[in-house]
């Protein structure tokens, strides 16, 4: 994303700095309001670039791009969500977050949000597939923006920390940023594979 060395015919770190951060920051922001696209995975791998870069403050301006662009996108979701629960026909952002919350995560994350408020939406976003359910559960008890946004900015900053970190480690092992970025992206679809693997192996052991 941001390598470059002279007579490589690579752009040199600069110019790919100035196309990189605003690439990480609109697909970020694109991830979270379609809840498609693997946005831990894209921190992780510009983690990794930045860690072999040797222009400073590299990893501090893929945490911050990240948590800012994924605070925004939370909060602009969350907005529409609003709109479509107003709405009598709702809308297609709130079908969006209906359709990835199952019942059964909805049910927890409702449990959760009157056990201990908006202290849940902090950890929402570094449990895998666990921030749509509880945002919807924000949405039918019909919290406050204000307040989302309040539980939302610290849960960004700890998931952009916490796949930043996956993207060192995947840095620090290999000398190739290449072999970082695949490290790095094998590692973070394994940590959001792993709940629900769990979960069929314990239906499957309980059947």
């Not at 590692?187 to 059947?207: D, E, F, K, N, Q």
Request: glycine residues 10%.
């Amino acid at each position: 994303m941001f390598l470059g060395t002279a007579g490589t015919g690579v752009p040199p770190e600069s110019t790919q700095q100035a196309l990189g951060y605003p690439s990480l920051f609109l697909l970020v922001l694109i991830g979270a309001l379609v809840p498609v696209v693997p946005t831990g995975a894209l921190v992780s791998s510009a983690a990794v670039v930045a860690f072999h870069q040797t222009a400073p403050f590299s990893l501090a301006l893929v945490f911050v791009v990240s948590a800012f662009a994924a605070f925004l996108g939370d909060v602009a979701l969350y907005w529409l969500g609003r709109r479509g629960m107003r709405s009598k026909n709702g809308s297609r952002w709130l079908e969006t977050i209906r359709d990835r919350a199952p019942e059964e995560r909805l049910a927890q994350a409702q449990q959760k949000l009157n056990d201990h408020g908006i202290a849940v939406l902090t950890l929402s976003r570094l449990v895998p597939a666990g921030r749509i359910p509880v945002m919807l559960a924000c949405l039918l008890a019909r919290m406050p923006l204000r307040d989302f946004a309040r539980g939302d900015a610290p849960a960004c900053l700890a998931w952009a920390a916490t796949y930043q970190l996956i993207g060192i480690l995947g840095g620090s092992l290999f000398p190739e940023p290449w072999e970082g970025v695949a490290a790095a992206v094998v590692l973070t679809l394994a940590v959001g594979a792993a709940p629900g693997i769990w979960r069929r192996i314990r239906r499957t052991a309980a059947s």
